[in-house]
């Protein structure tokens, strides 16, 4: 007889059915202490019919079906991410700019201009050119069942490129984990809603901006003036405004 074939979750959706498996229940709180990222990591779940969701007086709470419960004793479900597994969860992002890689000089000059040290993330790894020069970095990176949403632990620099449609949220998340934030964005992006500009003065404030020319010089797909901000956890000064030189 042939062994049913095992399913692949990606890391957090595991660590969510693990928690459910040994808990009645539990709610976002619960499943973010436990490795999980809660919203759109248990309803991945509700849909594959694992997990149930209930809402009591808008508490949303988590528990395993009896289905979940046999198909996870069984290993029929287990992790994404074991060596030469591939990703469980590939996205493959439809937006032009969720999927533009930065040039390594504009990392280079990046890394060498901002210094990160300490606890450093890379959020949107991509094709590790922030990684390959900072070794130390921890990083997550979707294609590779690694999603930023989900981390929860603290840092003291996020340093990346992020995906452009999704900016705001990236910003916003990046902003709760650490103390410094540098991401090369199209500055329009940055600057064309109100909301985001009174975010990005909220818990601290914009340190810099550095230019690094128009989207064709780093062969991206948008004209727009491209440029790495660095917003910090606390700062109330004036913005600075640098140029890199090759470039302006
Ligand atoms: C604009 S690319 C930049 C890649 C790299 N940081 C660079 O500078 O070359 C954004 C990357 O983020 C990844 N990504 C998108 N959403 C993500 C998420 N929620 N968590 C982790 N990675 C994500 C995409 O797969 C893509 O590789």
Redesign the pocket.
């Known amino acids: 007889m042939k062994a049913p074939k095992t399913k692949k979750l990606t890391p957090s959706q595991y660590a969510a059915l693990a928690y459910l498996s040994q808990h009645p229940s539990g709610d976002f709180h619960d499943l973010q202490r436990a490795g999980s990222g809660g919203g759109a990591t248990t309803s991945k779940l509700v849909s594959l019919g694992l997990v149930d969701q209930t809402e009591d007086r808008e508490m949303k709470s988590w528990s395993i079906t009896e289905e979940g419960a046999k198909a996870f004793a069984s290993g029929r479900y287990s992790l994404a991410n074991a060596e030469g597994d591939a990703p469980a969860c590939s996205?493959s992002?439809g937006k032009r700019?969720?999927?533009?890689?930065?040039p390594e000089w504009c990392?280079r000059d990046m890394v060498e201009h901002f210094k990160p040290t300490g606890r450093i993330l890379?959020?949107?790894?991509?094709?590790g050119?922030?990684t390959d020069l900072m070794p130390t970095a921890e990083w997550?990176?979707?294609?590779e069942g690694?999603?930023?949403?989900d981390w929860v632990a603290p840092v003291d620099w996020i340093i990346?490129?992020?995906?452009?449609s999704?900016t705001r949220q990236c910003f916003m998340h990046a902003r709760s984990l650490a103390n410094d934030v540098v991401f090369?964005v199209p500055l329009r992006n940055i600057f064309s809603g109100h909301g985001f500009v009174v975010e990005l003065h909220e818990a601290g404030g914009l340190k810099e901006i550095r230019f690094y020319g128009t989207g064709s010089r780093l062969g991206f797909p948008m004209g727009n003036a491209i440029g790495a901000i660095h917003w910090r956890k606390g700062y109330a000064g004036e913005t600075r405004f640098s140029f890199y030189p090759q470039n302006s």
């Open positions: 996205v992002s700019g969720d999927r533009v890689f930065t990392a890379e959020p949107f790894r991509g094709g050119v922030f997550c990176e979707l294609d690694k999603d930023f949403f990346s490129n992020p995906p452009y999704k090369l």
